[in-house]
């Protein structure tokens, strides 16, 4: 999937919304300690720099080089490129080494991650108790605009889906989380928490922009401009006031946290869950 995002690296830093501070405040106040957490598939950094008020240090990781390059600059982030080859061993020595991490964060892309191989280096690598694991995403539906984005210019581009991303789609009901929950959802029912974002119409389109469907829709030749055209006209026509003055759009984001199980309880399930 790295392939997916080297393209549109600079413009995801630019165009990819910030995450609310009040949800690492959250997650901080689940977590016994605070010295060091992991952003995993960190992308440019948008969550990493928020773990990076309340922890001492972070590291944040990705797949693709591009993300890397343009990642958001912090003192207390370490950016690192990882080759997808790298064995279960190799990454829980990269990230710390056996319970060193208070918090890992995957946001907005545990869909594309080996789901298996990376909840094996999250229950190693997390401290044991109190370290926490939370995963958050978001999709085509934006306030307002619902209709036109996820329910018009979704099903438009849905035949260039990767099926990884279905599981966004679907909000991560479908998502395996053997963590006992903490409070922030349970599997197979995220929590759903609301993320305020202002923007310009210019903003929404860039945003856009940056899926992994649309890089899928142009690499195969699709004509995106008739592809989008209907349901990006009806947003214009929606919005309210000039297209360059930003207005506020809250992104309908949902959230699961959980802690490993602990020794009686590891008949937690890895299945998927029923959908």
Known sequence: MAGLYEKPSETYAKKRPQYPKE????????????QRAWDAGCGTGQAAIGMAEHYESVVATDVSEGQIQHAIAHPKVRY??????????EVVSLVGGEGSLDLVVVATSIHWFDV??????????????????????YNYEIHPFEDALHGQLYPALRP????????????????????????VGAEGAPADVDMEVEM??????????????????RAKGADLEAVCRDALKRVEDEWAGAPTVPRKLVF???MLAGRPPSAEKRSYRTEAPSC
């Open 160 to 183: 260039y889906q990767d099926p990884r991303a279905v599981l966004a789609m679907e909000r991560y009901r479908c998502l395996p989380f053997p963590f006992e929950p903490v409070g």
């Open 200 to 217: 310009t119409l210019e903003d929404l389109v860039g945003f856009l922009n940056t899926g992994s469907v649309v890089t899928t829709a």
């Open 252 to 254: 309908k984001a949902f």
């Open 80 to 89: 690192l490129q990882t080759p997808e080859h790298l064995s279960e061993d």
């Open 23 to 34: 949800w690492f405040s959250m997650l901080a106040g689940l977590t016994a300690g605070h």
């Open 116 to 137: 298996p191989l990376f909840y094996a280096v999250v229950k190693r690598a997390l401290r044991k108790p109190g370290g926490v694991l939370a995963v958050w995403g």
